[in-house]
């Protein structure tokens, strides 16, 4: 008895020691079956009992109970963060809810780099494999009738982004990068719509920055004179392909983007232009040219007469 009162204080320790260790491992300790690289995705709008499930599920944290309430007790349950999160190690219930509010998704954002003239397929596609949960479809729906007005560019999106955020960025770029051209857009006397449409049939035939001006001067003379443009380009865009070079039969396809069977622009752009696409359709080189043609030789070549484009043709084509 007196050698249990000596040692007294070291048996509460003791036995406070153990109480704590099994209350951790039975409450905020990760699951024992926890799998290192686990993905678990947080839909948008999900309430947090179905978080907490979710979690669980994942085998992330034992029980989702206690995260409910510590969340709920932090008043943050309505500040969960969407999205995909990684979990690379086993980690205790405090650090999973605060990765749960602060965002903490364990995956680098996603950058992705669209070129001048990508089309909303295209950059869907690319979004698709870029980010998890987001489908070419989500983007598409979230673009609608936004083609062209997507600024091309470098961008860097977090796990947990969305369709519509994806497009609200690139759409808010494209306000950015047209602000210095407006006034040079109001002088122009053409609206903005049509100069995005010629910048995106620019976008597309021409390569060089000088070529871009001629060829937006040569498009512009020919909506002028009431001549077909005749851009091979758009028949990329009604069939869906990345490139294409038209056959007598496409040349007479029923679509009102057909630039060979319609006056003037197409109803809308055909792909998203880059700012010197968009800077040569605001200022073209003023020509007497009307035809162009992309030689053999990987030069433009022009001409202001048919008789002298059908040289250009036998010249560097042949």
Not at 7 to 15: G, R, S, T
Not at 25 to 40: D, H, I, M
Not at 261 to 275: A, C, K, S
Request: glycine share 8%; aromatic share 10%.
């Amino acid at each position: 008895m007196e050698l249990l009162k000596r040692n007294l204080p070291w048996v509460v320790a003791f036995v406070l020691a153990l109480v704590i260790v099994v209350g951790y491992e039975s409450t905020v300790a990760p699951p024992r079956n926890f799998s290192p690289g686990t993905l678990v995705r947080i839909a948008y709008g999900s309430s947090t009992p179905e978080i907490a499930n979710e979690l669980a599920d994942a085998h992330v944290i034992a029980h989702p109970t206690l995260l409910r309430a510590l969340l709920r007790i932090t008043g943050k349950s309505d500040n969960v963060q969407t999205g995909v999160y990684k979990f690379d190690t086993a980690q205790n219930l405090f650090s999973v809810a605060y990765r749960l509010i602060a965002g903490g998704y364990g995956i680098p954002a996603a950058r992705i780099t669209f070129v001048e003239g990508v089309t909303l397929r295209e950059a869907g596609a690319q979004v698709a494999d870029a980010i998890p949960g987001v489908s070419t479809s989500d983007f598409m729906s979230a673009a609608q009738g936004l083609e062209g007005y997507l600024f091309p560019d470098t961008y860097f999106f977090q796990p947990g982004v969305d369709a519509q955020t994806i497009v609200a960025t690139m759409r808010a770029n494209f306000e950015k990068k047209i602000v210095p051209l407006t006034s040079s857009v109001s002088a122009s006397g053409h609206s903005l719509p049509d100069i995005v449409t010629m910048a995106s049939l620019v976008e597309k035939e021409a390569r060089t920055l000088a070529d871009k001006h001629i060829v937006a001067g040569i498009l512009w003379n020919r909506i002028k004179l009431g001549m077909p443009l005749q851009v091979d380009a758009v028949f990329g865009y009604i069939y869906n392909r990345e490139t294409y070079s038209p056959s007598p039969s496409d040349l007479k396809v029923k679509s009102p983007y057909n630039t060979y069977t319609h006056v003037g622009l197409p109803p809308g752009p055909i792909d998203n232009p880059g700012i010197e696409s968009l800077e040569a359709a605001v200022n073209p080189t003023t020509t007497k040219y009307l035809y162009y043609l992309t030689g053999n030789d990987g030069l433009m070549h022009y001409a202001a007469t048919y008789v002298g484009h059908q040289a250009n043709l036998r010249k560097y084509l042949k």
